[in-house]
């Protein structure tokens, strides 16, 4: 019998992206360098930052290495390949030159005191100048910032369409069997976080992630063997029987290794120097490899038992998961300086964030979709019937990026 469509990774690619928009505006408000801060940034919600940070993305990069395996059941290699690009690149261009310099430009104007108008910043933006400084930090014009993961899935697609064509269909198909065959039992949590924890010891120190493609080669090493598993596994429906039947026992890994990974980086930086904190260095990146894959198998254990499910709730939001995306970072930056002036209690100013962020996204998404010259900048195919009415399931896109 044919593989089946798995609903329940685009319902989960779908909650995916609402956890995206808290997240991005946690970053608001917590210690680690971000375009702009609150003045109340702090420890605080870092605990629960780091409960999705260490695999939200590798997620969304096996989910999209399963689309492309279903998408090649009906188009060829070639084909594929150029509608990705179109579906990807187009989108990636228009981001970087509208919707993302708005983000650099408060970034700039916050903290380095930036006093020009927006024109006389977006002069400089497409002259890819290189003067905004703080020291040796400077900031890279122009930027893809959120949009990253659109540059990485396109490669990634190329690459990956360019070893199925070499593998021909035959030999796919025998490779996933093999793979399927192979990740059963305690295996099919041992095996993958043995290799996420081999990248992380061999080059987490030596390419620290940049996002800037060329030189991050930790992250290629841990997304691009997501992204291939994703697409070998894609059609072995016995693998997705077994992960649901993993599931509270990846979910109690899961929890107990985010709790290890707490305290390791809780630990004071001269403490975590130390001969004595060092010596668990290699121990603790296998911990936060099981922490990278073991939420994985839990979410999509749960979610292959229980959101399965089609209907034209996961058709709209599927398709428009990619144009909210585009749009939700710049809101939230935009948002968060100009409320500033109106000194809201955090919380309240994060509740303010997240709901106008949504109806925002949403409400562009809804502009778009109407209109056939905008649909390719946000990444959505031809307006047709179909399309409008949410009568047939969308093609896969891409989802959106965290940390």
Same mark, same amino acid.
């Given at each position: ?38 003045? @109340? ?114 490669? @990634? ?130 911990? @936060? ?19 399965n499910v089609d ?20 809101l939230i930056v ?16 994060? %509740?303010?964030?997240?709901?106008l962020t949504l ?39 891409? %989802?959106?990026?965290?940390?």
């Amino acid at each position: 019998m044919p593989a089946q469509r798995h609903y329940f990774l685009d319902w989960i690619r779908i909650l995916a992206f609402f956890v995206l928009i808290f997240y991005h505006t946690g970053m608001y408000y917590v210690s680690w360098d971000w375009h702009v801060k609150s003045p @109340y940034a702090g420890h605080a919600l870092e605990p629960l930052m780091l409960l999705s940070s260490p695999w939200r993305l590798g997620l969304l990069f096996m989910i999209s290495g399963v689309a492309t395996a279903f998408m090649l059941k009906k188009f060829s290699v070639g084909a594929l390949l150029r509608q990705r690009s179109w579906r990807l690149l187009v989108p990636l261009l228009f981001g970087m030159l509208v919707i993302v310099p708005p983000q650099s430009y408060y970034e700039v104007v916050e903290k380095i005191a930036y006093p020009g108008s927006y024109a006389e910043f977006m002069r400089l933006y497409l002259r890819g100048y290189h003067g905004f400084c703080r020291g040796d930090d400077c900031l890279i014009l122009p930027t893809w910032n959120h949009l990253w993961f659109v540059a990485y899935l396109w490669v @990634y697609t190329m690459v990956g369409g360019l070893l199925a064509w070499l593998l021909g269909g035959a030999r796919r198909a025998r490779a996933g069997d093999a793979l399927g065959r192979l990740l059963v039992g305690w295996k099919i949590i041992a095996l993958p976080v043995a290799v996420l924890a081999l990248a992380r010891i061999a080059l987490a120190d030596r390419f620290p992630a940049t996002h800037a493609l060329a030189d991050d080669w930790y992250n290629h090493a841990q997304y691009f063997f997501l992204f291939g598993l994703g697409a070998l596994l894609a059609l072995q429906d016995g693998f997705w029987a077994r992960v649901a039947a993993l599931r509270f026992t990846s979910l109690a890994l899961w929890l107990a290794s985010w709790a290890l990974v707490l305290c390791y980086w809780s630990i004071p930086d001269a403490l975590a120097a130390t001969p004595e904190v060092l010596q668990w260095r290699p121990l603790m990146r296998v911990v @936060y490899a099981t922490c990278q894959w073991a939420p994985v198998l839990a979410v999509c254990g749960f979610g292959q038992r229980h959101l399965n499910v089609d209907g034209a709730k996961r058709r709209y939001l599927t398709e428009a998961v990619f144009p909210v995306y585009i749009a939700h970072q710049t809101l939230i930056v935009v948002m968060a300086h100009w409320l500033k002036p109106v000194q809201l209690a955090p919380a309240a100013e994060g %509740a303010v964030l997240i709901v106008l962020t949504l109806a925002l996204s949403f409400g562009l998404f809804e502009a778009v979709r109407r209109v056939a010259v905008l649909r390719p900048l946000f990444g959505l195919g031809p307006l047709t019937a179909r399309t409008s009415a949410y009568a047939a399931p969308a093609p896969a896109a891409a %989802a959106p990026p965290g940390r």
